[in-house]
């Protein structure tokens, strides 16, 4: 019977074992993890607190980490004064218009590069910087031939085989893409500022940036919790399903 080769680790055994071992690793695991947490949730924190807070409460210089006095109607201020609720429709309707042209792209592209074989397929493929296509790619690079195959000789074409075989197969994938172009899109500024000089058509971010110098500090910083909170509830819903998807197979060597 063979000997098991043992596993290294960053730090040995017999450290481990050792009470001091034990102590130092353990700080650092929590001091790295309150860094991390410091300072992704302040951030969010201080803008839903400075939302309730007043204008001149924002305005002093003696900051403080809990509002004196709460002015919770800011947030329907910021709804009803500027009309937040036509931006948000834009960027719903821009964030579908994205994902659906990105989910034909992309999809065609990774299954074009995986199992077409393009000549110079992994020359353009290097000078791609589309992450989505590369998960896709390595996803259906999992998918086996002979099953490809059996649906040629069964008569299907190209197309019908990436409809009713691979697509059905990489659902986990699609939704972990799907999820990261809405975040993109929702999230994005500059190019729409470009290409959208129309004020009624502008997404949040967008609009948020140009009604910043009108609005009042506190509807302001409403107004991006609001644009916030379906981004932190897509991560929240769907965080298990993004790391299945990633998982999957299309991160695997």
């Known amino acids: 019977m063979a000997a098991e080769t043992p596993v290294r680790t960053l730090i040995a ?3 481990m074992n050792r009470r001091t071992g034990r102590f130092l690793y353990r700080f650092v695991l ?24 007043s204008s001149s409460e924002l305005a002093d210089q003696n900051l403080s980490l809990f509002p004196r006095s709460w002015h919770p109607e800011s947030y329907a201020d910021a709804w009803t004064n500027v009309g937040l609720g036509q931006f948000f429709l834009n960027t719903l309707l821009l964030a579908f218009g994205a994902w659906l042209t990105q989910l034909l792209i992309d999809v065609s592209a990774a299954y074009a590069l995986s199992k ?34 059996s649906a040629r000789i069964d008569g299907a074409g190209t197309l019908r085989v990436l409809i009713s075989v691979v697509l059905p197969l990489s659902r986990p994938v699609l939704a972990v893409v799907s999820i990261f172009a809405v975040v993109g899109v929702w999230k994005d500024f500059l190019w ?11 997404p949040i971010t967008v609009a948020l940036n140009r009604l910043s110098e009108f609005m009042p500090a506190n509807q302001l910083l409403a107004g991006m919790v609001m644009a916030s909170i379906p981004l932190l509830v897509l991560f929240l819903i769907f965080q298990r399903h993004i790391i299945a998807g990633l998982t999957a197979g299309s991160l695997k060597g």
Request: charged share 15%; hydrophobic share 55%; no cysteine.
């Open 30 to 53: 929590v001091a790295t993890l309150t860094g991390f947490t410091v300072a992704f949730v302040f951030p969010l924190y201080w803008m839903t607190t400075g939302a309730v807070k």
């Open 192 to 202: 729409p500022m470009l290409v959208l000089p129309d004020e009624a058509k502008q």
């Open 116 to 149: 077409l074989r393009p000549v110079l397929g992994n020359v353009v493929l290097g000078m791609m910087l589309a992450f989505n296509i590369f998960i896709l790619k390595r996803f259906f690079d999992q998918i086996p031939v002979e099953l490809l195959d």
């Open 13 to 15: 055994p017999a450290e």
